[in-house]
């Protein structure tokens, strides 16, 4: 027997409120399992979904729904006339989560910052290599070399002193590896040899409390009633881990799910129309792409690359993969951010010219891997369909393909390797709105072993977005990012795919949910109605 969508959601909500019968329980159907809960050691959305936002605030923070800068756990901030020192005055009163293992003793305070930041920034710091840190947030965006200090001025200041000026500082510190996390609980864990609990049994300042994680299945939080912000209309968040998109969609149509991320390109006209689901789109700020390993031949050679890219239908990609809900990219940048350069023209689909190019540079017989993400992601809805029309493209150039996939978070750490074979796709969000969080973060020197796939280290374009990044003028500043295309264009570390609109399906009975352009998925401030 099939339970009417209203019943069955009561059911849901009941069985899974653990408070009083008037709890509010919001059931978010997510798309795979967070790789941790400490948003500093990682770089993916599904992880950031499930820890920076609804546990953790950061010094300053994204105005949900939009890229506008606003006060976090800091009240107000100042940088010096050389922009070589910001300082941020904190707020007071702020109230750290508790657990079984640990209930603070005061709020959230200067030390706390500094315990954030310098377990990255400092190799010394006992922090440093706990939970297999590689920072790569930090590290990609070359915070080593720019962070001179983090200095205490007092209990509720902080100063920051840069070694060079730094366009974007107060937006980058509003990105998910800038989450503050409690000082005190390291210590505590650290005391009890237990310091990988800071990031299995989370402790931050945010909405919502951790109670509970179960692998590739839920994950359980509480609203936090101290909540600085005020306390969130909904009592109780699930994230109802699904990793297939059809049954995320059957759940939500049973009301299992009151939400749901990543919804089949196939399945978004019928969603559309169903007057018992409310469908939110917006043009993503993402870039999906397939990135060579430019350390391993015969793909450390440019020429190789950008024959490999003139062998790849990305037409038959869009309609294929994306089914109409994404377009053709030609630059590592979306067309929706400032200094997109719209005068590079594009890799041409040509088979037999990729041919004859990689005869021209010696590849005959060339066997290769491609790496398929096993999970949807916002820039790329079936990578495993897009790997088998590249496979099919690529063999009508000679080019013998297999496909390769891990599970989720093996998969983004073996993609780190720099020995890796092959090519990976992969893709990316926007974390602040500045092309430097694509430029830098993604193919900048800093990067390579980390966020940056390619493992590309080109001096030329390094030294550019360098440059761009220590000049406040934005004419100056878009003049050299779009040079840096034209660079990326010509050396082809990567095939740029696709930018893709996002769609976020609902129940009509949700209320407050903002798609948020950074990618994010933010459950404060959303309500169910009644």
Known sequence: MQIPKKIATGLLLAALSTGAASAKTLVYCSEGSPEGFDPALYTSGTTFDASSHPLYNRLVEFET???????????????????????????????????????PSRDFNADDVIFS??????????????????????????????ISSVEKVDDYTVKFVLTRPEAPMVSNLAMDFASILSAEYGDAMMAAGTPEMLNQAPIGTGPFS?????????????????????????DNLVFAITTDASVRFQKLKAGECQIMAYPNPADIASMQADPDITMMEQEGLNVGYLAYNTQ?????????????????DKQAIIDV?????????????????????????????????????LEAAGVTDLSMEIWAMPVQRPYNPNARRMAELMQADFAKVGVDVEIIS??????????????????VLLGWTGDNGDPDNFLAVLLGCDGVTRSNRAQWCYKPFDDIIKEAKITSDVAERTRLYEEAQVIFKEQAPWATIAHSIVYMAMLPEVTGYKVHPLGSHIFYGVDIAE
């Open 65 to 103: 729904g939009t890229t506008n800068v606003i006060p976090g756990l800091a009240e107000s901030w100042s940088a010096s006339a050389d922009g070589l020192e910001y300082t941020f005055n904190l707020r007071k009163g702020v109230k750290f989560h508790s657990n079984d293992m640990f209930t």
């Open 117 to 146: 930041f310098e377990r990255q920034r400092l190799e010394d710091h006992p922090y440093n290599g706990v939970s297999g840190g590689t920072w790569e947030y930090f590290g990609g965006m070359s915070m080593p070399s720019l």
């Open 210 to 234: 951790f109670v509970a994680y179960q692998k590739d299945a839920v994950v359980r939080y509480a609203a936090n009633q101290d909540f600085w912000r005020g306390a969130s209309p909904i």
């Open 296 to 312: 391993v031949a015969p793909f450390d050679d440019p020429a190789v690359r950008r024959a490999l890219n003139m062998a790849i």
């Open 321 to 357: 993969v994306f089914q109409g809900s994404g377009q053709i990219a030609k630059n590592p940048l979306p067309p929706t951010i400032w200094s997109y350069n719209d005068a590079i023209v594009d890799d041409v689909y040509d088979p037999a010219a990729s041919k004859a190019a």
């Open 406 to 423: 891990y599970e989720w978070g093996e998969y983004l750490s073996r993609s780190k390797e720099i020995d890796r074979a092959g090519a």
